[in-house]
């Protein structure tokens, strides 16, 4: 297991090394982490509401979208919000993070739409009024609460991708990353990609306006990159910088 304070050098590499990717092979991992993140939603969803009822084990359900992605591979906006961390070493200038970061993001949007195109092909979900509530319940929110609610939240998930990068084992590595997530479900806070699943899905099932969608996720967005790209890369430097 890498020590913290190894830990900030290693995730400037690997940052640096996700620069190097060519556009094509980042677009596909974003694409395939939109959907991982929707089936984790899912997964929620059906236990939470259908089955069992118990939002606690669900919510550890909810993280195997991040599992999928962390042993797996994909590219998930929340987590390359770390890029930061390649930033702050000075390996590349800001714009060229931020195109990554907005190409990810839209990959990961468009991810999570095929997956509930997949969804309604299929036949398969039963979920309409929970995801119609939830989705609605989102759009409700104020610019301010979902801008803070997804800054708690990438304090957590960006944490989770940090760790997986510390262990050195599968088994560490799901504990990284399923933890956290699991809190920030718990707690209520605000993640972008997995709202490009649930807003799409939730605008489908109701009278809900496509433009209400980018109403909770640009704040949320915003949100997610100062907990996740700021907050947490900022303060490990500090503290740990040689």
């Known amino acids: ?3 913290a304070k190894d830990l900030i050098y290693l995730t400037a590499d690997i940052a640096s090394g996700k620069m190097k990717q060519r556009l094509i092979s980042v ?5 395939l982490a939109g959907l991982f993140i929707g089936l984790g939603y899912l997964g929620y969803l059906y236990i939470a509401f259908e089955a ?9 359900v909810f993280g195997t979208g991040l599992v999928l992605i962390t042993i797996g591979g994909g590219e998930l906006f929340t987590g390359d919000c770390l890029l930061s961390f390649g930033l702050f070493f000075r390996r590349f200038p800001f714009w060229k993070m931020a ?9 990961n949007f468009i991810g999570a739409i095929f997956l ?6 299929s036949g398969a979900s039963t979920l309409r009024d929970a995801v119609v509530a939830i989705a609605q319940a989102k759009i409700g929110l104020t610019f301010f609460e979902a801008f803070f609610r997804g800054l708690l939240c990438n304090i957590l998930v960006a944490m989770g991708v940090y760790m997986t990068y510390a262990a050195e084992s599968v088994p560490g590595k799901i504990l990284a990353a399923v ?8 707690c209520g806070f605000e993640h972008s990609v997995a709202n490009m ?15 209400s969608i980018f109403k909770n996720l640009v704040p949320v967005s915003l949100g997610n990159f100062v907990g996740g790209g700021i907050l947490i890369p900022g303060a ?3 503290i740990y910088k040689r």
């Open 99 to 107: 195109l990554y970061l907005l190409l990810v993001w839209i990959g």
């Open 52 to 60: 069992s009822g118990n939002r606690y084990f669900a919510s550890l």
């Open 236 to 238: 490990y430097y500090l």
């Open 1 to 3: 297991m890498h020590s």
């Open 116 to 121: 509930i195109v997949l969804l309604k092909l």
């Open 27 to 31: 677009f596909v991992a974003s694409l």
């Open 179 to 186: 933890l956290p997530v699991s809190l920030f479900v718990i």
């Open 197 to 211: 699943f649930i807003l799409p899905y939730g605008f489908i099932e109701s009278d809900m306006t496509f433009l």
